[in-house]
């Protein structure tokens, strides 16, 4: 996506020292090569299933997770999920505060570029979540390529737990922050 100097908008804000870029700005995620979906199948259906308010549920690592993420949340955790010095990953649960957390470090992150009386501030005319990846819909999707796509420092979110993010990313070495909110939804 270009913004109104014809600049792609994740190169303008590099070069404008700005924080992270509206993730719906900076990649177009049907032109992503999609990883094939049955890449995991196999793995996905030793896992144990249930139901729980009627979704198909599979358990992996100790944690129920919809069967329709099962196969990225697998991936993402043998290690899909790479990540980059400066990176910021969101953690919480579905419903306890995740729209607000994306806007408010959004917005924080990317004040050089825009600042918050900015007309053209991203947080104006997109979503929130828009502008932060929920990295578990990516790889569920088979769309986790466009991660690559982004400029760094990266800002994304995450529904699963710390057990189930990639030891990449959890064990504190890669220099990547997890801000996690949690409140009783």
Known sequence: MANKGGEPAARAAVRHGGGPVAFKDAVDVDATPVRPPTELAAAVSALPAGVSYGQPMRCYGGTWVFESWAQG???MHRGGLVPRAGDVL?????K????????LAFAVMA???HPPASPDHPLRRLNP????????RLFAAGRDAVLDELPS??????HMPLSLLPPAVADGNSNTKIIYICRYP
């Open 90 to 94: 969101l953690a919480s649960l579905p």
């Open 96 to 103: 306890s505060g995740t729209t607000w957390l994306k806007a």
């Open 73 to 75: 949340v697998v991936a």
């Open 111 to 113: 004040r050089a570029a």
């Open 153 to 158: 420092p990266r800002l994304m979110c995450t």
């Open 129 to 136: 979540h828009d502008c932060v990846p929920l990295v578990d």
